[in-house]
């Protein structure tokens, strides 16, 4: 049974929050320079939920690196643009492999397990370069709208660090331009990849703007229609099978929800016809998913029984 007194789930909120504190385990993302200069306690926890209600605890109004979060909000304008023209060149598989895998794709030419990995983000990326005149707007936009928050950037530092410091990325795209899987200029859509991932929103921001996959597709606050049922349905089950990237067996079996992560330490879970939770902390488990998100997004998943399975 699902609890909807406000008080109840406040409580239950704040009793999570305080047990994720007591997780000291884990590792803030290091190998973008500029991530590993976060505070790594900060933690957070937001429910957001369709009938309007938010709830916040802990640091819901600290902004910080959504990674591969934004791979959601790329995928969007993609499947807008090219249809199902897109999944001639990437695949809708869970990768079994890590995030940044490169093995895989050159057992299968050049063409990406899922978007939810690197590789199939970067492939999105190229989507993009190619068929908007202005990608980084096109995506700006979509999130500006979706959070009804203008305020939203992306961080010149995280961009520009992992440019620097991107060179397995480099090698994704590369690998798949010499299979003929890349229209756009490398160097363009790796630009606009590592820009993505810098996008910065809080706990707060991320549960609200993902709503309308809870939702069918409609925002339950303006009541508009962002994307048709169908589509809203094929990302949630992306999320279910690759969201979590090699730890996503595992997230459906002990929570069962679809859902993000990113290796700056956001989790987003999205909860069909109920809301969205996005938790927040910097260090990370060796699958790169944050070590007390998990925790409390599964804590908070089985304790308001909400396995979609
Ligand atoms: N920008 C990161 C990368 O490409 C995103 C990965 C992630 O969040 N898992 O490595």
């Given amino acids: 049974q699902y609890i909807h007194a406000p008080d109840d789930l406040n409580r239950l909120l704040q009793d999570i929050y305080d047990e994720a504190l007591t997780i000291k385990q884990g590792k ?59 999944w001639q060149r990437v695949k809708m598989e869970p990768s079994g492999q890590a995030f940044n895998s490169i093995v895989q794709l050159e057992w299968e030419k050049g063409i990406p397990r899922n978007p939810m990995i690197n590789a199939g983000a970067i492939l999105v990326s190229d989507v ?38 991107g060179h397995r990325n480099s090698a994704l795209a590369h690998l798949m331009k010499s299979f003929g899987n890349i229209e756009s200029d490398v160097d363009e859509l790796l630009d606009h990849y590592f820009w993505q991932c810098a996008l910065t929103m809080t706990c707060e921001n991320l549960a609200r703007s993902l ?28 999320l279910s099978t690759s969201g979590m990237y090699d730890q996503s067996g595992e997230f459906a079996f002990t929570v069962g929800v679809p859902a993000k992560s990113g290796v ?46």
């Fill in 128 to 165: 993009l370069v190619s068929h908007y005149s202005a990608s980084k707007n096109a995506v700006l936009s979509l999130v500006r709208s979706l959070c009804g928050n203008d305020r939203i950037y992306a961080n010149d530092e995280v961009h520009q660090s992992e440019k620097e410091h």
């Fill in 211 to 238: 709503t309308f996959l809870a939702n069918d597709g409609v925002c339950p606050f303006s009541k508009k229609e962002i994307m048709s049922k169908r589509d809203s349905q094929r990302i949630n089950a992306l």
């Fill in 28 to 86: 803030v993302a290091d190998y973008i320079p500029a991530l590993a200069a976060v505070n790594p306690d900060y933690c957070a926890l937001t429910l957001a939920t369709l009938d309007g209600e938010v709830f916040n605890v802990g640091d819901t109004k600290q902004q910080f690196s959504i990674q591969s979060v934004s791979k959601i909000f790329g995928l969007m304008l993609a499947m807008e643009r090219l249809g199902d023209d897109l």
């Fill in 264 to 309: 700056g330490g956001g989790i987003v879970a999205i909860v069909p016809d109920f809301g969205v939770i996005a938790a927040w902390s910097p260090k990370l488990n060796e699958y790169g998913n944050s070590a007390r998100g998990m925790f409390m997004v599964r804590e908070l998943a089985n304790k308001l029984g909400l396995s979609v399975y």
